[in-house]
């Protein structure tokens, strides 16, 4: 069974670093096709992709974020880390992290989910 | 990036309904296209990925056809649990590009 579990601060300032945890279990970020995205939701609106990494350390950024963007992960620990540098209020919003499997007939999809965390950015 | 525009942005039914829910993506995206299901307060969960693979677990009323540019999400006779948000994205490119989503009421 896969489970993910985001971590991180609820509150942060404008102008400061967001840091995001995803823990997960069930899968190992070792196996090939495998990787784990980051996906935010502000309040109301929709979903929108942020990064992704795969088990072969390849990375992929929304490129209206990239500059902001940082995402790595620990094997041994289990864990995929998500930063975004210069906080602002519009970042308001639910944070996701996603297990992902690549086939060559789907892509990627993002098969299970973490329960999410609300990170406010607020003064 | 790729857009994706989905269609209605809401829409009302009723139990037993069939209902069928669109989404078009800005250019040819094959058939790399998944559909989610959300409900309030809750993260979305996959329910067909390659534009018409059920996610194994999802009921046999939901359907997805469709290639290229223009897709659809069919329920054939809607339970009371399936009022929910549903996206569309692309899986074509990084980023994967989701729609804005569709809200199915009663």
């Known amino acids: 069974q896969i489970t993910l579990k985001e971590s991180g601060p609820t509150l942060v300032k404008p102008t400061q670093t967001l840091t995001l945890t995803c823990t997960f279990s069930g899968f190992s970020l070792n196996t090939g096709g495998v990787g784990v995205g980051w996906i935010r939701q502000p309040p109301g609106k929709a979903l929108e992709w942020l990064a992704l990494?795969?088990?072969?350390?390849?990375?992929r950024y929304s490129p209206s974020l990239k500059s902001r963007l940082t995402i790595t992960k620990d094997t041994a620990k289990n864990q995929v880390v998500l930063t975004m540098t210069n906080m602002d209020p519009v970042d308001t919003a639910t944070y996701y992290c996603?297990?992902?499997?690549?086939?060559?007939?789907?892509?990627?999809?993002?098969?299970?989910w973490g329960q999410g965390t609300l990170v406010t950015v607020s003064s | 990036d790729i857009q994706m525009t989905q269609s209605p942005s809401s829409l009302s039914a009723s139990v037993g309904d069939r209902v069928t829910l669109t989404c078009r993506a800005s250019q040819t995206i094959s058939r790399y296209l998944n559909w989610y299901q959300q409900k309030p307060g809750k993260a979305p969960s996959l329910l067909i990925h390659?534009?018409?693979t059920l996610q194994s677990g999802v009921p046999s009323r939901f359907s997805g056809s469709g290639s290229g540019t223009d897709f659809t999400l069919t329920i054939s006779s809607l339970q009371p649990e399936d009022f929910a948000t549903y996206f569309c994205?692309?899986?074509?490119?990084?980023?994967?590009?989701f729609g804005q989503g569709t809200s199915l009421e009663i």
């Open positions: 994205q692309q899986a074509y490119v990084t980023p994967g590009t």
């Open positions: 390659a534009a018409s």
């Open positions: 996603a297990h992902s499997l690549y086939t060559t007939s789907s892509k990627n999809y993002f098969d299970s």
């Open positions: 990494i795969f088990w072969d350390d390849d990375k």
